[in-house]
């Protein structure tokens, strides 16, 4: 599935979930006004229930608020077990079995960079 198909599913989805919802509200708000109706005269029963479902929204938005953004911790790496070297190892060792010729290519370039990095922090 490429971007485009990805994004355009999750707009339908989104658009599904926001239908869904309004309608639950529409029919929640519907039955508070009918239930309302009853006791009181019909611009009263709009009022309030304008009240509840406004009210809320607001509470709900307010405790959301309250309860604010956790601190993130910040993770600190945990020094390697294994030598650098062994690690690139491994890594050149997987790599032969697929792509012999890319492992010998990336092998030199390792060698080629770790000479190059002996002879800068070497003491003359």
Do not use: Y
């Amino acid at each position: 599935m490429s971007f485009v198909e990805s994004q355009a599913v999750r707009a339908v989805l989104v658009f599904t979930l926001v239908a869904i919802v309004f309608t639950g509200v529409l029919f929640a708000g519907g039955a508070i006004f009918l239930a309302l109706t009853l006791a009181v005269e019909m611009w009263a029963a709009a009022a309030i229930t304008a009240l509840i479902l406004l009210g809320s929204a607001f509470a709900a938005a307010a405790v959301v608020r309250a309860r604010g953004q956790r601190p993130v911790q910040k993770v600190v790496p945990e020094p390697a077990a294994v030598a650098p070297d062994a690690a690139a190892m491994t890594m050149i060792a997987g790599m032969a079995r697929e792509k012999p010729l890319l492992a010998v290519l990336l092998a030199g370039v390792l060698g080629a960079a770790g000479t190059i990095i002996q002879h800068k922090t070497r003491v003359n």
